[in-house]
């Protein structure tokens, strides 16, 4: 089974916009981590946020946890061509020591 | 220059044949994963292991093999029980549990 689950499946905006993604989990969690991957390849990190922050910043990117709702959003600001990609959310599981469950990840495309 | 290769890039499986999908790392990575990926869809987790010579089932852990013999390598062995073993399967590490994982470039695997 998938821990998170990313909402929504796709996302289509123009340059210059913001792009926001939500992900929701079942379980406690130790952290939270967002990805990326372009077509075709593997996964870069982008993220990670301790279960005691409630909010991350680096870049163009923030990422929020709430972990009494059990989810979290990532936010790209002034979205770029090169922003195209899918996005998954990660979670470390509190019960299953290192055990890291993706979701189904959001489809962003940015048209220029 | 560090990180984690795998290969072959493309692997063709005959029916009834055993094949191994090999990951290498040179990051000196404790924790090292293995991820099926499906068209469209997100990772889901097959095995991972957080020490040399132990390893744990993921969720989809049927129809596959591993071993750990050695910290830099991870490979995993798909066999005949697996029916539906076409997928982009992915290796990782990370140095331990809590941080971000490094991933590598993928082997898409189909069946002839």
């Known amino acids: 089974s998938q821990q998170g689950e990313e909402d929504p499946q796709a996302l289509s905006i123009q340059e210059g916009e913001n792009a926001t993604m939500n992900c929701s989990y079942k379980t406690s969690i130790n952290n939270l981590q967002w990805y990326r991957q372009n077509s075709g390849r593997g996964l870069v990190h982008l993220i990670l946020i301790r279960s005691n922050e409630r909010e991350k910043h680096s870049g163009r990117l923030r990422v929020t946890l709430d972990t009494s709702k059990k989810s979290s959003s990532l936010l790209i600001t002034a979205s770029r061509a090169a922003d195209t990609a899918s996005y998954f959310c990660?979670?470390?599981?509190?019960?299953?020591?290192?055990?890291?469950?993706f979701g189904a990840g959001t489809q962003v495309v940015v048209t220029p | 220059d560090g990180g984690i290769t795998q290969s072959p890039k493309y692997l063709f499986r005959k029916e009834g044949q055993n094949v191994t999908l090999s990951c290498e790392q040179n990051?000196?990575?404790?924790?090292m994963y293995w991820y099926r990926q499906d068209p469209g869809q997100g990772l889901r987790l097959i095995y991972y292991?957080?020490?040399?010579?132990?390893?744990q089932k993921g969720d989809i852990a049927e129809g596959y093999s591993v071993s750990r013999e050695k910290k830099e390598s991870f490979p995993l062995t798909v066999t005949s029980a697996q029916k539906n073993p076409t997928a982009f399967y992915l290796c990782?590490?990370?140095?331990?549990?809590?941080?971000?994982?490094?991933f590598g470039s993928g082997t898409q695997l189909s069946v002839l």
């Open positions: 990782a590490s990370r140095g331990t549990v809590g941080e971000k994982l490094f």
């Open positions: 990051l000196n990575h404790d924790a």
């Open positions: 990660a979670t470390d599981e509190y019960d299953s020591w290192g055990k890291l469950q």
């Open positions: 292991s957080q020490i040399v010579n132990d390893f």
